[in-house]
């Protein structure tokens, strides 16, 4: 199996999906759990070494966040929306319930 960087740098990065995520399986069912002094390993017995989590063909996510190239979802750093302050403004004015008298006299106003 080859992967799609070393093996360094896939765990050295937090947003890619690692096998030791709970969501985290194999679609040849060959995960193996080995924890070597204190340390949790993920073997592959099907390829018979350790698995590369998401750069593996047969690696999938139960909860459906991994992404293509092999980033997580839930891990990805969410991005601030940008809004605009004229049309929060506008939807404000919108919803609020003026009645027609008092709307007549803001309307030099708003």
């Not at 030791?20 to 018979?48: N, P």
């Amino acid at each position: 199996m080859k992967s799609i960087g070393s093996k360094e740098k896939m765990e050295s990065r937090s947003e890619f999906c690692t096998p030791l995520c709970k969501y985290f399986r194999c679609g040849k069912r060959a995960l193996k759990m080995e924890t070597h002094s204190l340390k949790k390993t993920v073997w592959c017995t099907w390829a018979q070494e350790a698995c590369i989590g998401s750069a593996c063909k047969f690696g999938f996510c139960v909860k459906r966040a991994m992404l293509p190239d092999g980033k997580c979802r839930f891990k990805m750093k969410s991005k601030q929306k940008t809004f605009d302050l004229e049309k929060e403004v506008l939807k404000e004015r919108e919803n609020l319930m003026i009645p027609s008298d008092e709307r007549r006299k803001w309307r030099d106003y708003i």
